[in-house]
Nanobody
Framework: QLQLVESGGGLVQPGGSLRLSCTASGFDLDYYGVGWFRQAPGGERVGVAALTSPTGSENIAESVRGRFLIGGDNDKNTVYLQMNNLKPEDTAVYYC?????????????????WGQGAQVTVAS
């Protein structure tokens, strides 16, 4: 069974940091483009970061550029989203996704596998 599992969400104060993890089982992430998306209540699912290659080049959405980083650990079959200087508007459910042809894409339609989501709440 192909599966993605996110972890690392939670409550953080403005200006704080969180790292989300996305671990794959049943398939090798080295052969898939991986992206992170977020969805705020009542909003659409929006791409925030994606790996452009197996070696880890990044495509970061302008809204989070300079604060969010994406990277992978091939040995652990895991991709991370490091979120720094968090703001209340970053509050959302964060999803990781994988797609064989989705390298570098921030378009949800290009991804075929999705995790269950992790809640991130930024509040004082």
């Amino acid at each position: 069974q192909l599966q993605l599992v996110e972890s690392g969400g939670g409550l953080v104060q403005p200006g704080g940091s969180l790292r989300l993890s996305c671990t794959a089982s049943g398939f090798d992430l080295d052969y898939y483009g991986v992206g992170w998306f977020r969805q705020a209540p009542g909003g659409e699912r929006v791409g925030v970061a994606a790996l452009t290659s197996p070696t880890g080049s990044e495509n970061i959405a302008e809204s989070v550029r300079g604060r969010f980083l994406i990277g992978g650990d091939n040995d652990k079959n895991t991709v991370y989203l490091q979120m720094n200087n968090l703001k209340p508007e970053d509050t959302a459910v964060y999803y990781c996704a994988a797609g064989r042809s989705a390298w570098g894409s921030l378009r949800a339609a290009e991804y075929t596998l999705w995790g269950q989501g992790a809640q991130v709440t930024v509040a004082s």
